[in-house]
C-alpha cells in the first residue's frame, strides 16, 4: 500500500542520496525536506530560502546538496548542516536546474534567463556561462564518463551538450516540442529527452541521431528515470500516468496510475522504493513488497546413524556372490585440459615443478599427445619470459636421454623457430638457449666418440670371426690326416 505525504505546494524534485541508508530529497515550495526511507515525517529541514527552491541534487558521495531558487541565487549545503556552505550569484532570474559534474568539485546551472553557468565549488567563482538558448533552461544532466560533459534542455526545444573546455555547445538536438526533462544513460553514449506528449531515446555517438521516439503518454512528459540496471526507463506526465518501458525493445512493460498529474518521479538506487510528486503537493511513496518466506516448512528428516552404517561389518559367506562397486574414475587435471581442447593450459598444468621433476615422462607424454593433435606448435607461442625459462630448462636437462629424445627434439626445433624473433631481449631466455645447445653439442659429440667405438668393435668382432673359422679348418684336416695313417699301419 503506498505512503501518502502532504508537502507545502507542488514536489518539482524528488532526488536519492547514491550512498546508504538512501535517503532522499523533496523539493517542494520554499523547503527541501529529506526523508528516510521508511519514515513519513522528514528527518531534516532546509528552509533557508526566500521564495520558492528548485531542483535539490545529492552529489555522488551523498555530503553535499545542491538547490537553485526562484531569486536567481545557488545555495550549496552540508548534509550534517543547516546554513548554506556557498551561494552563487549570477543569474538574474530563476533558476530551475542544479547539478554537479562527475569530478565532484563543480556545478552546473541553468535558469529563466535563458543562460547556461559552470561554477567552481571551492571558490564559488562562476566558471563560463553559455547564452545558446533562446527561452528557460529547465533541466539538464552531467555525464558520469567525462567530467566536462553536461547536457541541457530548454523550452526553445533544444537540448545542447556543452564541453567545459570550449566556449561553445558541442551538439544541438532537436526535440520538437518545449524540452521537460532529459537523461543519459550510464554509459554516455544514448540521451533520453522528454516534452510534450514524446519521449525520444538519441544517439550521442552519432551525432545525435533519433534512434526511437515514443508517444505513449495523452498530456506532457514531465520528468524521467531510470532503474540501476539501464533495463527500464520510467516516464512521469501529466495525464497522471507513470509508464515504464523495457530499454530493449522500448514497449511499455508496466504503468501506474495516480490521483492527479506528475511533476516530479525517482526510483531509489536498489530500486526497492518509487517515489512519485505531484502537483497537488502530495508525495507517493511505494516500496517493493518483501517476498515471503515460509517458515513453517519444517527441515527434511535425515536418515539416523544406524542407516548408514548398517551391513558394514557383513562378512560374505562361500556360497556367496560378491558384485563389486565400480571405482569412479578421477581424471588428473591435464586429463580433463586435454579433453576439453585446452592446449595451452594443460601444457601449463604438466610444467609444474611437482610433475617436471618427479614425473617427467607425464609431461613429455602431454607434449606428444599436443603433437600428434597437431597443437603443439599453439600451446608454446605467446608464453612469457618465466614460462619460456621453464620450457627450455626442461629441455635442456631432459632432451638427452634416450626415451625423450625423439619428442623433445621436435619441441626443441619449435621453440628455437617461435622464439628465434626475441632472442637477445632477456639475458635469462637467452642463456637457457645456450645450456640448450651446449647440451645438444656434447651428445652429438658422444654419439660420434660411440659410433667410432662401435666401427672398431664391429672391426674386432670381424676379426674374431675369421681366425676362429681358420683354426676349425686346420683341426679338421689334422684329424682327417690322422684317421688315414692309423688305417695304413692297420
Known amino acids: 500500500t503506498p505512503v501518502q505525504i502532504k508537502e507545502f505546494g507542488a514536489v518539482n524534485k524528488i532526488d536519492f542520496s547514491p550512498v546508504p541508508p538512501y535517503n532522499y530529497a523533496v523539493t517542494a515550495s520554499s523547503r527541501i525536506h529529506i526523508y528516510g526511507r521508511y519514515s513519513q515525517e522528514p528527518i531534516k529541514t532546509f528552509s533557508r530560502f526566500k521564495d520558492a527552491a528548485y531542483c535539490a541534487t545529492y552529489r555522488d558521495d551523498g555530503q553535499l546538496l545542491i538547490a537553485g531558487s526562484e531569486d536567481g541565487s545557488i545555495r550549496l549545503f552540508d548534509i550534517g548542516g543547516r546554513a548554506p556552505l556557498r551561494q552563487f550569484e549570477g543569474h538574474t532570474k530563476p533558476v530551475h536546474l542544479v547539478g554537479f559534474l562527475s569530478d565532484k568539485y563543480r556545478i552546473f546551472s541553468g535558469g529563466d534567463d535563458y543562460s547556461s553557468n559552470l561554477w567552481d565549488i571551492p571558490s564559488a567563482a562562476e566558471i563560463v556561462s553559455y547564452s545558446e538558448h533562446t527561452d528557460y533552461v529547465r533541466c539538464g544532466c552531467a555525464s558520469k564518463v567525462n567530467a566536462d560533459v553536461f547536457i541541457t534542455g530548454s523550452y526553445d526545444h533544444t537540448v545542447k551538450l556543452f564541453d567545459a573546455r570550449t566556449k561553445s555547445s558541442v551538439m544541438t538536438i532537436e526535440h520538437g516540442h518545449p524540452v521537460e526533462s532529459v537523461l543519459l544513460f550510464p554509459s554516455g553514449g544514448l540521451l533520453v529527452s522528454a516534452g510534450g506528449r514524446y519521449v525520444k531515446v538519441w544517439d550521442v555517438l552519432k551525432g545525435g541521431q533519433l534512434l526511437v521516439s515514443l508517444k505513449n503518454h495523452h498530456k506532457t512528459v514531465t520528468c524521467l528515470c531510470l532503474n540501476s540496471s539501464g533495463q527500464r526507463l520510467l516516464s512521469g506526465s501529466l495525464d497522471r500516468h507513470v509508464k515504464i ?48 518466506r515460509n517458515e513453517k516448512t519444517q527441515k527434511k528428516r535425515q536418515p539416523a546413524y544406524r542407516t548408514y552404517v548398517k551391513g558394514r561389518t557383513y562378512l560374505p559367506k562361500q556360497e556367496d556372490f560378491c558384485v563389486s562397486k565400480p571405482v569412479k574414475r578421477v581424471l588428473r587435471k591435464y586429463d580433463k585440459l586435454l579433453k576439453s581442447f585446452q592446449s595451452s593450459k594443460a601444457l601449463d598444468a604438466v610444467l609444474e615443478p611437482p610433475i617436471m621433476l618427479h614425473t617427467p615422462e607425464v609431461t613429455v607424454a602431454v607434449m606428444q599427445e599436443l603433437h600428434r593433435r597437431g597443437t603443439l606448435r599453439s600451446a608454446l607461442a605467446g608464453r612469457d619470459e618465466k614460462q619460456v625459462n621453464l620450457l627450455l630448462t626442461f629441455v635442456a636437462r631432459r632432451v638427452i636421454e634416450p626415451r625423450f629424445t625423439p619428442v623433445l627434439v621436435t619441441v626443441a626445433d619449435m621453440i628455437t623457430d617461435i622464439y628465434q624473433p626475441v632472442v ?67
Do not use: C
Open 245 to 292: 518501458y523495457s530499454t530493449t525493445s522500448y514497449k511499455v512493460v508496466h504503468s501506474f496510475n495516480y490521483a492527479t498529474s506528475i511533476l516530479s518521479l525517482a526510483l531509489s538506487p536498489e530500486d526497492e522504493t518509487i517515489v512519485v510528486g505531484m502537483t497537488n503537493g502530495v508525495l507517493n511513496v511505494k516500496h517493493r513488497k518483501p517476498e515471503e
Open 424 to 490: 637477445g631481449q632477456s639475458a635469462i631466455v637467452d642463456r637457457q638457449f645456450l645450456k640448450l645447445q651446449e647440451a645438444i653439442g656434447k651428445e652429438i659429440d658422444y654419439q660420434e666418440e660411440l659410433l667410432e667405438v662401435l666401427g672398431m668393435m664391429d672391426t674386432l668382432f670381424a676379426t674374431f670371426t675369421k681366425k676362429k673359422d681358420t683354426y676349425l679348418e686346420e683341426n679338421k684336416s689334422n684329424g682327417f690326416t690322422d684317421t688315414i695313417e692309423t688305417n695304413t699301419n692297420d
